[in-house]
């Protein structure tokens, strides 16, 4: 007898804001881990932290030491940033560790780190005894402001961007304020054009906030930087729980603008283009090219290109400039690749206002490649 059955499932997606978590005075984590049943937790911080936060092993063992119903196992350093996602040793390691401390499906895995170590160790934890609750620290802009809050994870493979990966909703996600000051001052810049490209999609207010503060921003004013990664990361979360597709089951992708040509630029570039600054070029191309198609008015395209030029982010790549055998613009294989990862109908999110989107299905690569002519001038001469 043949039946349809629906499942539902539902998740809580708890995000906070904070600053000194470890703290002991500092409640927001131990009041939002459960700890009745003795739960084991296992912390995994990305190497590259230990020299700015030489205290922070420490401080958490003394964080753990006040709970009780949780058992700190251990705290694990692996290497983070790109490095650790470009092929699967990562993710073996924390999967070691991981049966190493008999962590099981009711503790906790707490990570602390950029984008690239959050999307290696959230595989290991969506994937380990089939799902592991995840606490997600993030250490950067990017992080903080977009993937940090973000559901899916994964890792590179076959020289491609998270083809190896799932959707796992986190059990919370704890932007820490302190973490964000310590990035390099281009890495800290950089995951601005997250918040530049979740305000062009929906929220104009937003980017006409950004504009008014683009040079607070540029200097990392530290109030105004954090005022911008929290309203992004709420808006990045919102979209994600009441958007009415957090798994992409459908074409559309909001949060993906400007991102099907910075995917293709990091490959080109074999990621020494960090995915903040190939996001910049993706949405400054993208922009130009709705006004220059007649969607977007010329003057608001300008204001945005301003945005990216004030943020001292790139509008423009020399691997745009990368052709293959027969002469076509290597960076269009990445709309091929943007399809096949969404599946279904290429689709690619243009702007019609200052805030607003709309979904085509074609790029004209003649007219494409006007905008990237326009753009190198620009980058060029304004250097
Ligand atoms: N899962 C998702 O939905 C999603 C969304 C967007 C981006 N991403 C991924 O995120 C990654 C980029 O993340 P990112 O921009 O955070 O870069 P990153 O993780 O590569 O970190 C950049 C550098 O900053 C260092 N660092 C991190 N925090 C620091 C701190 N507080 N102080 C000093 N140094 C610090 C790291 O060691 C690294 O060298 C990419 O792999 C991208 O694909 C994932
Ligand atoms: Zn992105």
Known sequence: MDQDFEIQVSFQHRIRFT?????????????????????????????????????LEGQI?????????????????????????????????????????????????????????LDVIGYAAATGHRGIRLVRFPTTTLSQDDSGVGVKNGINAFGKKNFIGSFAVPYAVVNDFQFLHTQPQLTRRAGLIEAVKVALVKDGAFFNWIEANVSQLYQLDEAVLEEAVERSAILHARHIALGGDPFELGSSRPLDYGHWAAHKLEQLTDFELSHGEAVSVGVALDTLYAAESGLLKMDDATR????????????????????????????????????????????????????TGVDVHEIDETLWETCAEKLKERALTTK
């Open 19 to 55: 600053r000194g978590a470890f703290s002991p005075e500092n409640a927001l984590l131990s009041d939002l881990l459960e700890t009745c049943g003795r739960r084991k937790a296992l912390v995994f911080i990305e190497q590259g932290l230990q020299s700015h936060f030489p205290q």
């Open 61 to 117: 063992q003394d964080y753990f030491a006040d709970i009780s119903g949780i058992q700190l196992m251990a705290v694990e350093w692996l290497i983070g940033g790109e490095e650790a996602k470009r092929d699967d040793r990562g993710y073996h390691r924390a999967m070691a560790a991981i049966e190493r401390h008999h962590i099981d499906r009711h503790s906790y895995l707490i990570v602390i780190g950029g984008g690239a170590f």
């Open 304 to 355: 945005v290109l301003r945005v990216i030029e004030g943020l001292d982010l790139p509008l423009w790549h020399e691997a745009l400039d990368l052709r293959d055998m027969r002469g076509r613009r290597r960076v269009f294989n990445g709309l091929e690749e943007f399809r096949e990862h969404l599946g279904g109908e290429l689709t690619v999110l243009l702007l019609k206002d200052l805030g």
